[in-house]
């Protein structure tokens, strides 16, 4: 006995051939709302940049001194001077050729300067992901199957220590007790190869990673219990089927579903906040790249960043979705939107 499906936009049907058909469908449909709505974003961020107090060539200049020529070939240059729609548009005729622009402030290809921080972003997601979900199913299934005892009681405790902690409040006591008292773990770089990479992005992942786990932890947990109070559960224990076969084979494959809901909001605000990671341990990611380009009004930069996280967001959603078809095959992306 299994339990249905959630709703989620997507409709249990059956056959092999007409499953397949079906999601290719649903993702060129999905892939298709998708332009509109990067659209809509990109033009409302630039709208917001446009309209906030300062001006773009001041911060490029500084303190330096100019003389009105120097002034007018600047704004010139990154059409400054034309209206909103007028430089939205020129943007956007440079992004459908591939090409996000040139940063105001670093004077270089704003593809090249997101491409040299990206590997630093990427790598600390990837790491901070891989504890979230896999030690936060793990635990919370654990605390679940040992409900009520001292272990269930410390996993709980631990959840609520970490939810209510943000993650630059952890990287920073982080920072401080494993790498200034301790000398465990490097204070600052981002490391280079891979293993040295792991290494010193191990604390700012930990601390990324101790705010959001908590959310898969308790919900692992609610589920796993649901599903352990099941029929079917009761069945295959009165048919002498093993713990740990119940565990992993029925019950964790059916608690999965809302965890895996779950899983792309939380993956989403794990690259939200490495912004604020990066920062408090002096990493050199997008985040980074981020902040400064918003301090300084560098428009092409933020765009680029913008766009760049806003198809990120819409592909982990689409994942999530695909991704309910390998946890229960009954799941079919037929009559979408049905």
Not at 44 to 49: K, N, P, R, S, T
Not at 94 to 98: A, K, L, S, T
């Given at each position: 006995?299994?339990?249905?499906?959630?709703?989620?936009?997507?409709?249990?049907?059956?056959?092999?051939?007409?499953?397949?058909?079906s999601l290719v469908v649903f993702i060129t449909r999905r892939l298709a709302v998708t332009i509109p709505l990067l659209l809509i974003i990109s033009f409302?961020?630039?709208?917001?940049?446009h309209i906030a107090p300062g001006d773009p060539v001041s911060s490029l200049l500084g303190a330096r001194a100019s003389d009105p020529a120097t002034l007018a070939a600047i704004r010139a240059r990154y059409h400054l001077d034309d209206s909103l729609l007028v430089q939205y548009g020129t943007w956007l005729s440079?992004?459908?050729?591939?090409d996000l622009g040139v940063s105001i402030l670093g004077n270089r290809s704003v593809t090249s300067t997101i491409a040299d921080r990206l590997g630093v972003t990427i790598f600390l997601s990837l790491m901070s992901t891989t504890l979230v979900l896999g030690l936060g199913i793990l635990?919370?299934?654990l605390a679940a199957f040992r409900r009520g005892t001292g272990l269930d009681r410390t996993v709980v405790m631990f959840s609520v220590f970490g939810i209510s902690s943000p993650a630059f409040v952890t990287g920073i006591f982080f920072l401080y007790v494993f790498g200034v008292l301790l000398h465990w773990f490097p204070t600052f770089g981002a490391g280079t190869g891979f293993l040295d990479r792991a290494w010193h992005l191990a604390l700012p992942a930990l601390a990324l990673a101790a705010s959001t786990m908590a959310i898969v932890v308790k919900i692992t947990r609610a589920a796993?219990?649901?599903e352990l109070a099941r029929d079917y559960v009761t069945f295959a224990r009165a048919r002498g089927v093993s713990s740990r076969r119940i565990l992993l084979a029925y019950v964790l494959r059916n608690s999965l579903i809302p965890v895996i809901t779950a899983a792309g909001l939380i993956v989403i605000g794990i690259l939200a906040g490495a912004i604020y990671v990066e920062v408090t341990f002096s990493l050199p990611g997008l985040g980074a790249l981020m902040i400064d380009a918003v301090q300084k009004r560098d428009i092409p930069t933020i765009q680029g960043i913008t766009l760049l996280f806003s198809a990120f967001v819409v592909l982990v959603n689409l994942a999530v979705d695909v991704i309910y078809t390998l946890i229960d095959p009954r799941i079919r992306f037929g009559r979408v939107g049905s």
């Open positions: 006995m299994h339990r249905a499906a959630p709703s989620t936009g997507l409709t249990a049907i059956s056959g092999g051939a007409n499953g397949g058909s409302g961020v630039f709208a917001l940049i440079q992004v459908i050729r591939g635990l919370g299934a796993v219990i649901e």
